[in-house]
């Protein structure tokens, strides 16, 4: 079963507007990263955050860690067209080496 | 450096068939891994590997097989083609001293018919 489930599935926001989105996982986990993939492309390493850290950023990017709920959020701020695609969580649990990744909501950009 | 490569980009197959997805990286990564992508699914771990001679199953393992002779290369094999396994499929790899990060390859869809 999928480790992570994305919300929302899906996401329409206007350009230079904030975009939120959140992830939920079920076990302990050593850390989470998200991931971008666009339409017929392989998925795009973003930003990682550990089961230590609690907010993390990188150029537009904001990822906050709540492990106590189990959950993290990606903030993507003044939005472009070209941030147009999926968006996955991935979390790697503690004492295991298997990435799992989450269902994905899909962000649509408009101009 | 080419990253993750695999080949091919499609392929069609019958029910029944066999056939053999290509992967490769030149990042000397330890960690390789298949992923398949379905609609509203995300991405499934097929099967991984930490070194040369080393595999695991992953979360659906049933109807592929893998082996690690080499760092470079993991390939995927489909022993007997059928309609579920049409789908997308990824190769990953990534360093096992670092956080596992993944690179990705570009995928192969494939089509079972």
């Known amino acids: 079963s999928q480790q992570g489930e994305e919300d929302p599935q899906a996401l329409s926001i206007q350009e230079g507007e904030n975009a939120t989105m959140n992830c939920s996982y079920k076990t302990s986990i050593n850390n989470l990263q998200w991931y971008r993939q666009n339409s017929g492309r392989g998925l795009v390493h973003l930003i990682l955050?550990?089961?230590?850290?609690r907010e993390k950023h990188s150029g537009r990017l904001r990822v906050t860690l709540d492990t106590s709920k189990k959950s993290s959020s990606l903030l993507i701020t003044a939005s472009r067209a070209a941030d147009t695609a999926s968006y996955f969580c991935a979390t790697l649990p503690f004492g295991n080496e298997k990435l799992t990744f989450g269902t994905g909501t899909r962000l649509t950009i408009i101009p | 450096n080419a990253g993750v490569t695999q080949t091919p980009k499609f392929q069609v197959l019958k029910t029944g068939q066999s056939m053999t997805l290509q992967c490769a990286q030149d990042?000397?990564?330890?960690?390789m891994s298949w992923y398949r992508q379905d609609p509203g699914m995300g991405l499934r771990l097929i099967h991984y590997?930490?070194?040369?001679?080393?595999?695991d199953q992953g979360e659906v393992p049933n109807g592929y097989n893998v082996s690690r002779s080499t760092t470079e290369d993991f390939p995927l094999r489909l022993l007997s083609a059928a309609p579920s396994q049409t789908s997308v499929y990824f190769c990953?790899?990534?360093?096992?001293?670092?956080?596992?990060?993944?690179?990705f390859g570009p995928g192969t869809r494939l089509t079972v018919t």
């Open positions: 990953a790899s990534t360093n096992r001293q670092g956080t596992y990060e993944q690179y």
């Open positions: 955050i550990r089961s230590n850290e």
């Open positions: 990042m000397n990564h330890e960690y």
């Open positions: 590997s930490v070194g040369a001679g080393i595999t």
